[in-house]
């Protein structure tokens, strides 16, 4: 039924359309600095950021793949006017990539765990085959988890042409629990896990720390009270030369032994390797619970009314509302590159000097 001048008027969201067009300019351009900022400053080369730059590329392919036809239709008042055939391609791309972005925090979150509990085997200079295989199975089940919309799940009967959904409530379900309601658990189990082995860590550091100082300042008394250089009788021959045991109420002419073992270096270059996590993964590592809490906050609305409205065929779950749960969980995508920039001082002198080059 063709609309008359006012009621078409009425029909298009301007709103959302200058909003979705802003949200896909924000994304590409956060995102795109992330990946260049990663791929081009040494600093960031960590093996953390790779990962990063995984979940980067997923929020870039959300922005070029799926908010453009996700804001036509929002400008079309949530009418969909195109094939049917696209609209499966768009609810393929959108389960694929939202399932995508979780896969790559479950990853992250396993990476971070292994580096943390096992450190003596964990590579924090280059992507090994472990981290190879986390990286590619992120994508591989995402695919996996969309594959069923391609193979026509969507042609249902009686579908309605001009609305774009994804029509199989028990895919709904399938793919809620599988790319949201039980990745989060394990990732949030995993980051307990982590931190709390980093705490540990921490703690031991700490105590290593106060335990040379003491050391240190045992041998600053030891040395306080030997008299001075020039003043020492010269060395005894070695036929008469006494054992320090020899005369216990006089200070010995080195630092004894004891002292020594407290501050001694190990010179096993396998502990060496074990010994430290560094400062700059422990930034990293602080920096990864504020993207997991903003992507719980952004995403966790839509999954619970995603599902409630497929599951509840009695509840009533209003279009504006799930529009708006919607368009929160597409506005994650925009938030990670300013969390990384606020929280991270390697990703935000590579922002403010490209910034800088671009007023310049």
Known sequence: QPYNGEAEETAHNLPALIFGVLLIIVIICGNLLVCLSVFTEKALKTTTNYFIVSLAVADLMLAVLVLPLFVYSEFQD???????????????????????????????????????????????KHVDLRQAVLLSATWVLALAVASPIMFGLNNVPGRDPTECKLENDDYVLYSSVCSFFIPCPIMLLLYCAMFRGLRRWEEARKAKLRNSIQACRKLQEAAAGLPPLASLPPLLPPIIEREPTDTPDELPAFPAPDLLAEIKFNPDPRRKKRAKINSRERKAMKVLPVVVGAFLFCWTPFFVLHTMRARCQGCHVPPALMSVVTWLGYVNSALNPVIYTVFNTEFRNFFKKVFQRCCS
Not at 91 to 96: G, N, Q, S
């Open 78 to 124: 949530g009418v969909w006017t195109l094939s049917t055939s696209l609209c499966d391609g768009l609810m393929t791309m959108d389960v694929m990539l939202c399932t995508a972005s979780i896969f790559n925090l479950c990853a992250i979150s396993i990476d971070r765990f292994i580096a943390v509990s096992i450190p003596l085997n964990y590579n924090r």
